[in-house]
């Protein structure tokens, strides 16, 4: 008789201990999940600061190129300004 007590709460024990597990693991996997998204979130925004630094790159040169061509065609210009006068 006095055994049953003893037994449930031997059950009762069990099941605590079982549950407390579980949440272990589901806390550890949160924190491994967590952890690979903010790894993958920042190799992700490291990815497109350098696409968006390639890009300003490229713009640079484009415009620098542009302000070539510019000034060659100021001196073209000038030089049939002169030619002009000459005449």
């Given at each position: 008789q006095s055994q049953e007590p003893q037994k449930h709460f031997q059950d009762?024990?069990?099941?605590?201990q079982e549950?407390?597990?579980q949440e272990l693991q589901s806390q550890e996997q949160q924190s491994q999940e967590q952890q690979s998204q903010?790894?993958?979130?920042?190799?992700?925004?490291?990815?497109?600061q350098q696409s968006q630094e390639?890009?300003?790159?490229?713009l640079q040169d484009q415009s620098q190129e542009l302000q070539d061509?510019?000034?060659?065609l100021q001196d073209q210009s000038q030089d049939l300004q002169e030619l002009r006068d000459q005449s």
């Open positions: 009762l024990q069990d099941q605590s549950l407390q597990s903010e790894q993958q979130s920042q190799e992700q925004q490291s990815q497109e390639l890009q300003s790159q490229e061509q510019s000034q060659e």
